[in-house]
């Protein structure tokens, strides 16, 4: 992707519903642009995304988020969904000085009702001031109503005394 902003596919009025299947392929030096629903995928529901890998450029810095408020590296926010089988590397950082319940997954930042399968997430997460309701999470920053299975996360987490931070799920 030559590290040109990516405008993530989908958002909460018009969604991405559908399968893509990723054949193993790799997407590399993607940058996430400062939307709502930040990631590949801005906002899926009813989709299933399966067999990739996402890497993120080096150094992925949002600065001060004006408008992101779910960042996640496949997908900002995933409901009614199946992840399987893919690989997430790279780094995220921003700062929830101007954003109230900033959420960052290292694969999605926030999942209701979704199933996650053989997910391995090496994403480095931080958050320079993170409000009392941020979330940060190796696989995402907030999971309702959902089966994380035969995952793993070995990036770092750092989030300040405020956030909720885990390795699996802040």
């Not at 629903?37 to 890497?55: E, P, R």
């Not at 907030?142 to 995952?151: D, F, P």
Request: glycine residues 14%; negative net charge; hydrophobic residues 35%.
């Amino acid at each position: 992707l030559d590290n040109d902003s990516w405008a993530a596919i989908g958002n909460a009025a018009t969604p991405f519903k559908g399968i893509i299947h990723g054949a193993g392929r790799k997407i590399k030096n993607l940058r996430l642009s400062d939307t709502e629903y930040t990631g590949l995928f801005g906002y899926v529901q009813n989709a299933d995304i399966s067999y990739m890998t996402v890497v993120t450029q080096k150094n992925m810095d949002m600065g001060t988020t004006m408008n992101a408020k779910f960042i996640g590296i496949v997908a900002g926010s995933a409901v009614n969904s199946s992840l399987k089988e893919i690989n997430v590397t790279g780094e995220s950082k921003a700062d929830d000085g101007s954003t109230k319940g900033l959420l960052i997954g290292g694969v999605t930042c926030y999942m209701d009702n979704v199933n996650v399968y053989d997910i391995a997430s090496a994403v480095d997460i931080e958050t320079v001031t993170p409000s009392a309701d941020a979330g940060l999470g190796g696989i995402t920053g907030k999971a309702e109503n959902s089966v994380i299975e035969k995952s793993l996360s070995t990036g770092d987490i750092t989030g300040g005394q405020n956030a909720s931070a885990g390795g699996i799920v802040g």
